[in-house]
């Protein structure tokens, strides 16, 4: 890796990152570049070591192997720089139960040299945050959105040169996810790089310039929201059969006509399968009909998670077994 | 989130870096807001020992040491050791309960003095400490304890409980990050404790004790801490009893910080 000083390096450039928790190689060897001021996903089930990159980036687990500049510090040797310039608003709310939404603020706001002016940088950031009216309520009465709202404006104290956000909308309503989506945009708009990751492809595809694909601890795939998509089909067909002793029939059908591999929901009666067009599925719904089997009904839709990694990996995205990683 | 406009708002320019002090003194802050919110804690502190020096005096008060009254005399000083060592142990659950949750990853990503959590846990430990000893010893007094040694007898014997606690605490925050959960510290520390606090001089004299107990009761450091105690509050403290007194929190100081670091660090 290139060691000469660099007057921008990228935000993070990983190169070839274990960790492993015994047996398990939760992060198998993963290059990362992230340039700076962009959003970049990283997009996987639960259990593909998502969570464990992130932590290691932000100096929280040592890597077994591999090397990582942040902001262009060396990870392990100038972890103190690379804290400087990150912030974390991991997956469960690292907030103090116990002391009001203001007090964990000001804690953090002494923490980063504001002294006097804690409290008023903790009332700014609750102002921002719409959490005013609860600043002196304790956190243990906070809702789960009110929390992920104030454990982002924890990490936004000072502003940061890079964000780390572990899936940050997991268990958040419709609502409170699209405030974190525009919260998210808007500070990229101010030049923080963010990291985040997500097992929604869509929550991917909204936010991210760039998508990295991680199953089993490896990258399987990475681009564009775009070039993901041209690998995955930009739609899919799913078809519900009459009779679910016709699938194998229709299922042949189907992939004569569209090409590609069609999947059998787990229900029994449901295939789904990759369609470029709306044209295409047409026509494909047209050989079931000729053939006499009838449908319940259909539906195209944006490829889901699942989807893209069938298309990727030719298995599901079904979550691996814990992974026993330290909280 | 208002606006996108109002993010822009959140931008400050960065403060100086604050030293370790400051951090450690944000975090002593932390200890306090918990006195203040979980004002309930002091009653968990204050319930086991008010309840054994109720029980020892009353009821075997008089057959240990002829009269309540003079087995007060003998038993204040020591259930104070008690009930430092006792509560040592929850820093431990705290810390187990901090990492549980998360709320230390926050600390550890940030540019602080590393070990500026553990001097906030210390701070909420003095304090614990100090305040769990003056109401029980209040309640000594009422019914009927006199230090012999006086005023300054009384501090000098909370600034020795503050020690001992202090380095009695290093066992529990190891337990605190070596254990998943806030319930196994306490169980395992208990387990440890229990023996350490019955087979030694706190409750009564080991003269009546089977030769093989004594020989064990004689060194238990529970025991070397109570005599001294009884020295400084009672009057006639030697150095030697002092010495013998902070010869356990001394040791498992030197030798349990360094490992506390080390696990902390490690995580």
Same mark, same amino acid.
């Given at each position: 890796?290139?060691?000469?000083?660099?007057?921008?390096?990228?935000?993070?450039?990983?190169?070839?990152?274990?960790?492993?928790?015994?047996?398990?190689?939760?992060?198998?060897?993963?290059?990362?570049?992230?340039?700076?001021?962009?959003?970049?996903?990283?997009?996987?089930?639960?259990?593909?070591?998502?969570?464990?990159?992130?932590?290691?980036?932000?100096?929280?687990?040592?890597?077994?192997?591999?090397?990582?500049? /942040?902001?262009?510090?060396?990870?392990?040797?100038?972890?103190?720089?690379?804290?400087?310039?990150?912030?974390?608003? +991991?997956?469960?709310?690292?907030?103090?139960?116990?002391?009001?939404?203001?007090?964990?603020?000001?804690?953090?706001?002494?923490?980063?040299?504001?002294?006097?002016?804690?409290?008023?940088?903790?009332?700014?950031?609750?102002?921002?945050?719409?959490?005013?009216?609860?600043?002196?309520?304790?956190?243990?009465?906070?809702?789960?959105?009110?929390?992920?709202?104030?454990?982002?404006?924890?990490?936004?104290?000072?502003?940061?040169?890079?964000?780390?956000?572990?899936?940050?909308?997991?268990?958040?309503?419709?609502?409170?996810?699209?405030?974190?989506?525009?919260?998210?945009?808007?500070?990229?708009?101010?030049? /923080?790089?963010?990291?985040?990751? %997500?097992?929604?492809?869509?929550?991917?595809?909204?936010?991210?310039?760039?998508?990295?694909?991680?199953?089993?601890?490896?990258?399987?795939?990475?681009?564009?929201?775009?070039?993901?998509?041209?690998?995955?089909?930009?739609?899919?067909?799913?078809?519900?059969?009459?009779?679910?002793?016709?699938?194998?029939?229709?299922?042949?059908?189907?992939?004569?006509?569209?090409?590609?591999?069609?999947?059998?929901?787990?229900? +029994?009666?449901?295939?789904?399968?990759?369609?470029?067009?709306?044209?295409?599925?047409?026509?494909?719904?047209?050989?079931?009909?000729?053939?006499?089997?009838?449908?319940? +009904?259909?539906?195209?839709?944006?490829?889901?998670?699942?989807?893209?990694?069938?298309?990727?990996?030719?298995?599901?995205?079904?979550?691996?077994?814990? %992974?026993?990683?330290?909280? | 989130?208002?606006?996108?406009?109002?993010?822009?708002?959140?931008?400050?320019?960065?403060?100086?870096?604050?030293?370790?002090?400051?951090?450690?003194?944000?975090?002593?802050?932390?200890?306090?807001?918990?006195?203040?919110?979980?004002?309930?804690? &002091?009653?968990?502190?204050?319930?086991?020992?008010?309840?054994?020096?109720?029980?020892?005096?009353?009821?075997?008060?008089?057959?240990?040491? $002829?009269?309540?009254?003079?087995?007060?005399?003998?038993?204040?000083? $020591?259930?104070?050791?008690?009930?430092?060592?006792?509560?040592?142990?929850?820093?431990?659950? $705290?810390?187990?309960?901090?990492?549980?949750?998360? &709320?230390?990853?926050?600390?550890?990503?940030?540019?602080?003095?590393?070990?500026?959590?553990?001097?906030?846990?210390?701070?909420?430990?003095?304090?614990?400490?100090?305040?769990?000893? &003056?109401?029980?010893?209040?309640?000594?007094?009422?019914?009927?304890?006199?230090?012999?040694?006086?005023?300054?007898?009384?501090?000098?014997?909370?600034?020795?409980?503050?020690?001992?606690?202090? $380095?009695?605490?290093?066992?529990?925050?190891?337990?605190?990050?070596?254990?998943?959960?806030?319930?196994?510290?306490?169980?395992?520390?208990?387990?440890?404790?229990?023996?350490?606090?019955?087979?030694?001089?706190?409750?009564?004299?080991?003269?009546?004790?089977?030769?093989?107990?004594?020989?064990?009761?004689?060194?238990?450091?529970?025991?070397?801490?109570?005599?001294?105690?009884?020295?400084?509050?009672?009057?006639?403290?030697?150095?030697?009893?002092?010495?013998?007194?902070?010869?356990?929190?001394?040791?498992?100081?030197?030798? &349990?910080?360094?490992?506390?670091?080390?696990?902390?660090?490690?995580?």
């Amino acid at each position: 890796m290139q060691t000469m000083p660099d007057s921008h390096p990228p935000a993070v450039e990983a190169r070839d990152l274990v960790k492993t928790f015994g047996a398990l190689r939760a992060v198998d060897g993963i290059d990362l570049d992230v340039p700076r001021g962009t959003i970049f996903g990283i997009l996987g089930p639960n259990g593909a070591g998502k969570t464990t990159l992130l932590r290691m980036l932000a100096t929280l687990l040592k890597p077994d192997a591999g090397s990582a500049r /942040v902001m262009g510090h060396d990870l392990v040797s100038a972890s103190h720089e690379v804290r400087k310039s990150i912030a974390m608003t +991991g997956q469960f709310a690292s907030l103090d139960e116990d002391l009001t939404g203001r007090e964990n603020l000001m804690l953090l706001a002494k923490l980063w040299g504001f002294r006097g002016r804690a409290r008023a940088r903790a009332d700014q950031l609750l102002e921002v945050f719409e959490l005013a009216d609860a600043a002196r309520r304790q956190v243990k009465d906070y809702s789960g959105g009110m929390r992920r709202k104030l454990d982002i404006a924890a990490s936004l104290i000072v502003t940061p040169s890079i964000l780390f956000l572990d899936e940050p909308t997991t268990g958040l309503d419709p609502n409170a996810r699209k405030s974190v989506w525009r919260m998210i945009r808007a500070l990229t708009g101010e030049g /923080v790089t963010i990291l985040l990751t %997500t097992q929604y492809l869509e929550e991917a595809d909204q936010l991210a310039a760039r998508i990295a694909v991680i199953d089993h601890g490896r990258k399987i795939a990475e681009g564009t929201s775009r070039e993901l998509k041209a690998a995955t089909g930009s739609g899919f067909l799913h078809v519900t059969l009459t009779d679910p002793a016709r699938i194998a029939a229709a299922a042949q059908l189907l992939e004569q006509t569209l090409g590609g591999e069609a999947q059998r929901n787990a229900e +029994g009666a449901v295939l789904s399968i990759k369609a470029n067009s709306p044209h295409e599925a047409n026509a494909a719904l047209a050989t079931l009909a000729a053939a006499g089997i009838s449908i319940e +009904g259909f539906s195209m839709a944006a490829p889901s998670l699942d989807e893209v990694f069938f298309a990727l990996t030719g298995h599901g995205a079904e979550s691996t077994p814990a %992974t026993g990683e330290p909280k | 989130m208002k606006s996108e406009a109002n993010i822009a708002v959140i931008q400050v320019e960065r403060p100086a870096e604050p030293g370790a002090l400051s951090n450690a003194l944000a975090f002593g802050w932390r200890a306090v807001l918990k006195f203040k919110h979980v004002p309930e804690q &002091l009653f968990d502190l204050v319930m086991t020992p008010l309840m054994f020096t109720l029980l020892f005096t009353f009821v075997f008060g008089g057959a240990l040491a $002829g009269s309540t009254d003079s087995y007060v005399q003998f038993f204040v000083p $020591g259930i104070l050791v008690q009930t430092v060592v006792f509560n040592s142990v929850y820093s431990g659950m $705290g810390l187990s309960t901090d990492l549980g949750k998360g &709320l230390f990853d926050r600390f550890r990503s940030l540019p602080i003095w590393s070990l500026a959590p553990f001097a906030g846990l210390m701070v909420g430990d003095v304090l614990r400490h100090l305040i769990a000893s &003056l109401i029980i010893l209040s309640i000594g007094m009422l019914l009927g304890y006199r230090p012999g040694a006086g005023f300054a007898g009384v501090l000098a014997a909370l600034a020795l409980l503050i020690v001992i606690g202090f $380095g009695v605490g290093w066992v529990f925050l190891v337990l605190g990050l070596v254990m998943r959960t806030p319930n196994t510290v306490m169980t395992m520390a208990f387990t440890g404790i229990m023996p350490l606090v019955f087979a030694s001089n706190i409750m009564v004299d080991p003269g009546t004790m089977p030769g093989w107990l004594r020989a064990f009761v004689d060194v238990n450091p529970v025991s070397l801490m109570t005599t001294a105690m009884r020295g400084l509050m009672n009057g006639g403290v030697t150095g030697t009893e002092l010495g013998l007194a902070l010869l356990a929190p001394a040791l498992l100081t030197a030798l &349990l910080a360094p490992v506390t670091l080390w696990l902390y660090r490690r995580r």
